[in-house]
């Protein structure tokens, strides 16, 4: 379980601080931010901040200077160093809720676990997560996450979005899923065809990996129920490369 360090929420109308709510489940948005380095160096901060106040437009949330506001709140959290935590601000009509907690290093033994389930409005990072949560609640995150599978695709994880390898090159799903601020970067450096992931394909694939903020790049070793299991760690080498240059 995640050991929260800070948690403070705040009116949005004129930002007086008031009981601690998480947001999950409300009408509203979130971003989550890796934290890293002894300088609290917040990884791609602008991407997801300017993404995160631009979904607010889908779920007409107003405030003005809204940037200015979280930026001033995140300086006022950071007042030590949080190394390799996770910083996420989640907002609603009337709130800001922000919160940093111990970022779970996956384990090497990575697997996924298939949940047949699409994300209400999937290409916004909104808070309809409870049955994600109930079922990531039910088993240890640094070993599992949820294959989220629907109309005989997979879409993306419980966390993270998705890279397929085939061959050398990168896949990722493009439809009925949220495109992170993490594999957005990747796909600067190294070339992910967006395209659809079909089940019955999955074994055509060398390897998976799950990318985002918490777990970073991370290998996936099986997805027992679909059968597949990894052939290669070539290329979850090359791309951790690629993000650890990111997060120096």
Same mark, same amino acid.
């Given at each position: 379980?995640?050991?929260?360090?800070?948690?403070?929420?705040?009116?949005?109308?004129?930002?007086?601080?008031?009981? *601690?709510?998480?947001?999950?489940?409300? =009408?509203?948005?979130?971003?989550?931010?890796?934290?890293?380095?002894?300088?609290?160096?917040?990884?791609?901060?602008?991407?997801?901040?300017?993404?995160?106040?631009?979904?607010?437009?889908?779920?007409?949330?107003?405030?003005?200077?809204? %940037?200015? /506001?979280?930026?001033?709140?995140?300086?006022?959290?950071?007042?030590?160093?949080?190394?390799?935590?996770? *910083?996420?601000?989640?907002?609603?009509?009337?709130?800001?809720?922000?919160?940093?907690?111990? =970022? #779970?290093?996956?384990? %090497?033994?990575?697997? #996924?676990?298939? *949940?047949?389930?699409?994300?209400?409005?999937?290409?916004?990072?909104?808070?309809?997560?409870?049955?994600?949560?109930? =079922?990531?609640?039910? *088993?240890?995150?640094?070993?599992?996450?949820?294959?989220?599978?629907?109309?005989?695709?997979?879409?993306?994880? !419980?966390?993270?979005?998705?890279?397929?390898?085939?061959? !050398?090159?990168?896949?990722?799903?493009?439809?009925?899923?949220?495109?992170?601020?993490?594999?957005?970067?990747?796909?600067? %450096?190294? %070339?992910?065809?967006?395209?659809?992931?079909?089940?019955?394909?999955?074994?055509?694939?060398?390897?998976?990996?799950?990318? !985002?903020?918490?777990?970073?790049?991370?290998?996936?070793?099986?997805?027992?129920?679909?059968?597949?299991?990894?052939?290669?760690?070539?290329?979850?080498?090359?791309?951790?490369?690629?993000?650890?240059?990111? /997060?120096?």
């Amino acid at each position: 379980m995640a050991k929260f360090l800070l948690k403070k929420s705040y009116q949005l109308k004129d930002l007086k601080e008031i009981p *601690f709510n998480d947001l999950w489940g409300n =009408r509203g948005v979130f971003t989550t931010m890796r934290l890293v380095g002894n300088k609290n160096k917040i990884v791609l901060k602008n991407n997801h901040l300017n993404n995160l106040i631009s979904s607010t437009k889908k779920y007409k949330i107003r405030k003005k200077n809204l %940037k200015k /506001i979280l930026l001033s709140l995140i300086n006022k959290s950071l007042k030590k160093n949080y190394n390799n935590h996770l *910083f996420r601000i989640a907002l609603n009509k009337k709130t800001i809720s922000i919160s940093i907690r111990k =970022r #779970l290093t996956p384990k %090497k033994k990575f697997k #996924l676990k298939v *949940f047949n389930y699409k994300r209400i409005e999937p290409k916004y990072k909104n808070l309809f997560y409870k049955q994600i949560l109930k =079922r990531l609640g039910k *088993f240890d995150t640094t070993k599992y996450d949820l294959a989220l599978c629907y109309k005989d695709k997979i879409l993306e994880t !419980g966390t993270s979005n998705l890279l397929f390898v085939k061959n !050398g090159k990168f896949f990722s799903p493009k439809n009925n899923c949220y495109i992170g601020n993490t594999i957005k970067y990747l796909n600067k %450096k190294i %070339k992910i065809n967006f395209k659809d992931i079909k089940i019955k394909d999955l074994n055509s694939f060398q390897e998976i990996l799950l990318v !985002g903020s918490g777990k970073s790049v991370t290998s996936v070793s099986s997805i027992d129920e679909l059968n597949w299991k990894r052939k290669s760690f070539l290329c979850s080498r090359k791309v951790n490369k690629v993000y650890n240059n990111l /997060i120096k």
